[in-house]
């Protein structure tokens, strides 16, 4: 099992700047691709970025493609986001998956994720 700790969400305004953190720890070899989800009160969860472990293209969201970008260090996964947009306010969480599937569609679907953290709360103020 992979355990997730997600940090560095807060309040900024927009055109401002924030970058998440979450550490794995655990069964951190098991995982093929880790990334990114939020989810806003009464919306559905959403795919915003998506990473490989190993070799292979990340995924983005259209919605944040050009302002956020996805790293990882090791066992640390980062989301630089940049020119913040208060549609941009949610919830993020931080997943891993350690299948193949999931991990290279063109899409970012929840439904593949098996781990996740406790997520870090984004607010954009206009």
């Known amino acids: 099992q992979v355990q997730l700790v997600e940090s560095g969400g807060g309040s900024v305004q927009a055109g401002g700047s924030l970058r998440l953190s979450c550490a794995a720890s655990?069964?951190?070899?098991?995982?093929?691709?880790m990334a990114w989800f939020r989810q806003s009160p009464g919306k559905e969860r959403e795919g915003v970025a998506r990473i490989p472990v190993t070799v292979g293209a990340s995924y983005y969201a259209e919605s944040v493609t050009g302002r956020f970008t996805i790293a990882r260090d090791k066992n640390i996964l980062y989301l630089q986001m940049n020119s913040l947009k208060p549609e941009d306010t949610a919830m993020y969480y931080c997943?891993?998956?350690?299948?193949?599937?999931?991990?290279?569609?063109?899409?970012?679907?929840?439904?593949?994720?098996?781990?996740w953290g406790q997520g870090t709360q984004v607010t954009v103020s206009s």
């Open positions: 655990g069964a951190t070899y098991l995982m093929y691709c």
């Open positions: 997943a891993a998956n350690r299948a193949r599937n999931g991990c290279t569609l063109p899409s970012l679907e929840d439904r593949f994720f098996a781990s």
